[in-house]
């Protein structure tokens, strides 16, 4: 718009007033301040920012040093810690070595006491007894003396050591304190330097959001006084515009009092005036609308800084939408296609089934026929079964109630022949009995006969024949019960044959039944298909949404500038999380020594134990090198965020290509989806033809949550068994350690005998052997320091195996 008001002023200038010249030169002078101003505005908001990023830059390079520092103050108050937990444990050793001599030195005293006592009743002794036993006293004296002089000495040399060992105890124990409280004065220094630079830092935080709030507030202003200068300049133009309509009135009134022919010329030059009029019109209306289009920008950028962040986060979250669905999308398809398989294999599932049905059915009419053939033995009974089978084809309860009319039928059948039979075997019973009694009468007047010497005669033969009718009768008897066996284990077959017949058509209704109900869940799982079906339609609709807002993203240096305090904030809260972390690890550390110190000052007293807590004192220093190892992790760790945060940042400037790129992905995704979408509506017929084909599918999600029940039943199985075996070890270590206990009291009460011993046997044992009786000891509680280590290592191995 400049350039056309320059030229239209220019076109204009040789026909105009030297005035007009000086008031176009003035405007365009003024137009191109406005632009100079603007430019600079410019200038000084990439210089701020320019300035802005050096000092994030040379904040990141502070933030650094602090942490390197921190890094350095926390080795240097692991080592001092470490160094006085060292102090603490030789300070224990020396007291103990101070107690162990202090009680040699007390047994050695006792011990010379006892000696001076016995030499003294020697010399009392030695006045009453025979000269024959003066000899031998005054020897015995002798060696009391010298045993004496010997433990003076012995006690003497112990006195010094005890001497040596208080002066270096008390020189250690300075030491230790001296040493603790430079480790807590430097400590407490680094400390304060930590909070001064963390109080730096924040102030330094603050200054920087200070001088980026007076940036903005610069920045609106600058556009406020750019709007003041915008509306002068309109001002301006307007009376510019009101002037130059006077000199076009004036030139007019001019022009009317020349004469003709120059009235001609400056007719030409009205219009060339109204033209250059028209011009400058134009030229206003275009630098109104340039205006109103300025203003509209200024407040679209400043819509813009608001909107830009939350539409960075939206464009993230798109992203990992679009690459969950994706997932999803490849979830879906990796389901149809087993479906698919699945649809296969229930297909030869069903092929299967109808084989079975036709097994069934083929068995059914065999089982009939064979009923049939077994039915034939009886004519009544075969009408019957016919009669009974032909109702079972037309209709199942009529069946169910046919069968159980013959079985009603044969019972009573064999009920009344069994009665009969048993008649019959009561009337054979009192025949019996009868013919018993004629036989043994008979029997009688045939003896008494013999007995006299007569001969038989007629009864004899009537005897012959009873004896013969008896005979028939039993054969009678025996070929009946064999006969009525047979009628009723014939009857008894017959009457299994039609409890199976009723029980297969029970099956046969029941597994009817069943796949009633599987067809009808087949139903409902397709509408749940269709329901899914709609909810990838809304989803590709979501789609479609996402990237139309993706679309509308615009400028990304601002969202940089943005997010880059943010992280910044990010950081500062991160960096005092870990502060308040530090803390309260190194308090927990401190609570550990007091208690390890603690533990360390109840095991004194033997070489096993300070063993054991110089163990305990290693790890402990190793625990402390991984702790600060871990540190160390977790600080790279902070590192590598802040600088992947800033790669991203860098990144992206990239948006552009990433979204083109994003674009095709998306069209590509919806080819795909549009191909898996005519794909699946070819396969939904099938599906819906093949509804029975779910019915392995549903086993196998029955046999899959089975299998998934039984490995957490195991899984809380294998938990019991290691707390079980967990708690056998701790009572088992319990019970050792209450061993250990007992038997240290046990050596201590030992010992404690040695001593009286000692004190009562003074010239046949010396200190030596109460110093073997020690030794063994304390090779008794190493060895059983070592058992519960040993027991606590294979409690360590199997815990490791229970967790693998």
């Known amino acids: 718009s400049s350039r056309l008001f320059m030229s239209s002023a220019s076109s204009s200038s040789s026909s105009t007033s030297p005035d007009d010249d000086r008031a176009k030169e003035s405007l365009l002078s003024e137009l191109a301040s406005l632009t100079s101003s603007f430019e600079g505005t410019a200038l000084m908001i990439e210089r701020s920012r320019g300035s802005y990023e050096r000092r994030m830059e040379s904040y990141r390079r502070r933030v650094e040093s602090y942490e390197r520092e921190l890094k350095e103050t926390r080795f240097e108050i692991e080592s001092v810690e470490y160094e006085s937990t060292q102090m603490d444990g030789v300070v224990d050793e020396l007291r103990a070595a101070f107690a162990e001599a202090e009680r040699t030195l007390s047994e050695s005293r006792v011990s010379r006491d006892e000696k001076e006592y016995l030499a003294e009743r020697i010399e009392d002794e030695s006045e009453r007894i025979e000269s024959s036993e003066l000899t031998a006293a005054r020897k015995e004296m002798s060696d009391a003396k010298k045993s004496s002089e010997e433990l003076d000495s012995e006690v003497a040399r112990a006195e010094r050591i005890v001497e040596t060992l208080r002066s270096d105890l008390e020189r250690m124990e300075s030491d230790a304190t001296d040493e603790e409280n430079e480790a807590s004065k430097r400590r407490d220094d680094a400390e304060e330097a930590l909070a001064r630079e963390r109080d730096e830092l924040m102030m330094e935080a603050e200054r920087l959001d200070d001088e980026y709030r007076r940036s903005e507030e610069d920045l609106i202003a600058l556009r406020a006084h750019q709007n003041e200068q915008l509306v002068a300049l309109e001002n301006r133009l307007d009376v510019e515009k009101a002037s130059l309509a006077a000199l076009l009135s004036e030139h007019e009134s001019t022009r009317t009092r020349k004469w003709d022919l120059v009235r001609i010329r400056f007719e030409n030059k009205g219009r060339l005036w109204g033209t250059e009029r028209d011009d ?9 609308r340039e205006i109103e289009e300025m203003h509209a920008e200024l407040e679209v950028t400043e819509m813009k800084e608001e909107e830009l962040a939350l539409k960075y986060e939206a464009l993230t979250q798109a992203r990992a939408g679009l690459k969950e669905r994706e997932e999803e999308w490849t979830t879906e398809r990796n389901e149809l296609a087993a479906r698919i398989d699945a649809l296969s294999s229930a297909e030869k599932h069903v092929y299967d089934l109808r084989a079975k049905l036709e097994s069934i059915e083929s068995s059914l009419y065999s089982s009939t026929a064979a009923f049939e053939s077994s039915a034939s033995s009886s004519i009544e009974r075969t009408g019957v079964l016919r009669s009974r089978i032909d109702g079972m084809e037309s209709s199942e309860e009529d069946d169910v109630a046919s069968h ?21 075997r009561a009337d054979l019973g009192v025949d019996r009995v009868d013919l018993n009694n004629d036989l043994e009468s008979l029997r009688e007047k045939l003896e ?6 007569k001969e038989p005669t007629a009864s004899s033969e009537a005897i012959l024949h009873l004896r013969s009718k008896i005979d028939e009768a039993k054969k009678a008897r025996s070929d009946d019960s064999i006969r009525w066996e047979k009628e009723r284990s014939a009857l008894e077959e017959q009457r299994d044959i039609l409890v199976e017949t009723a029980n297969s058509l029970e099956e046969w209704e029941t597994r009817s039944e069943a796949v009633r109900v599987e067809i009808e869940a087949f139903e409902k799982e397709s509408d749940a298909w269709k329901e899914e079906w709609n909810g990838l339609v809304d989803k590709r609709d979501e789609l479609e949404k996402t990237r139309e807002e993706l679309n509308s993203v615009g400028d990304a240096r601002d969202v940089r500038f943005k997010k880059t305090r943010d992280e910044i904030e990010v950081t500062k809260t991160t960096l005092e999380n870990d502060r308040i972390e530090w803390e309260r690890e190194r308090d927990d550390l401190r609570g550990e020594k007091i208690s390890f110190a603690g533990r360390v000052r109840e095991l004194r007293g033997a070489e096993a134990d300070v063993r054991s807590a110089r163990a305990e004192l290693r790890r402990y220093a190793t625990e402390c090198d991984r702790e600060s190892r871990k540190w160390t992790e977790r600080e790279d760790g902070l590192r590598k965020r802040l600088t992947a945060t800033e790669e991203e940042v860098d990144s992206f400037l990239q948006f552009e290509e990433e979204e083109g790129r994003l674009n095709e992905d998306i069209a590509t995704s919806r080819t795909n989806f549009e191909k898996e979408r005519s794909k699946w509506e070819e396969d939904r017929s099938a599906i819906l033809a093949d509804k029975v084909s779910l019915l392995k599918t549903c086993a196998r999600l029955g046999e899959i949550e089975a299998e998934g029940e039984r ?14 075996v967990w708690e056998k070890e701790r009572f088992a270590l319990e019970s050792s350690h209450l061993d250990l206990m007992r038997r240290m009291e046990a050596s201590r009460k030992e ?31 190493q060895n059983a320091e070592g058992k519960i280590r040993e027991r606590e290592d294979r409690i360590r191995s199997m815990e490791g195996r229970l967790e693998a």
């Open 404 to 424: 159980s009319s013959v079985l009603r039928t044969i019972e009573s059948n064999f009920a009344a022949e069994r009665s009969t039979w048993e008649t019959r």
């Open 448 to 453: 008494r006969a013999t007995g006299e010497g």
């Open 711 to 724: 490995l957490r039943l195991t899984l809380e199985t294998l938990e019991r068994k290691r707390d079980t």
């Open 751 to 781: 010992s404690d005998s040695a001593r009286e011993k000692l004190r009562r046997d003074a010239e046949r044992e010396t200190i030596d052997a109460a110093a073997g009786i020690i030794m063994e000891r304390t090779r008794m509680v």
């Open 280 to 288: 400058m019109i134009v030229e206003r209306e275009l630098l109104s």
